[in-house]
């Protein structure tokens, strides 16, 4: 897992988002469009952060909150509120 948000953490200025992915990110963490890939990379250098990766995609877990990460183009896809167990 660590090794993965290594790769994350070295690839930070190459995180983004569509148009698309602006509104629907945004909407789910509760922020402004522009803000919400600045939160994200905030939460790739959190050190409670969890990145695994399945397939093209990798997945980062902080607290309730799940984003997909496209492991080739770095694009940011979803953000989810998921239930903690």
Known sequence: MEEYR???INNLDKIHTTE???QRIAKTMKLENE???KKIKELINDCNAKVTKEGKNYYLLHNN???TI???NYCVITAHNIKVK
């Open 20 to 22: 698309l992915g602006y």
């Open 6 to 8: 290594n790769i994350l």
């Open 35 to 37: 803000e919400c890939i």
């Open 65 to 67: 909150l799940k984003v």
């Open 70 to 72: 496209n492991s080739y």
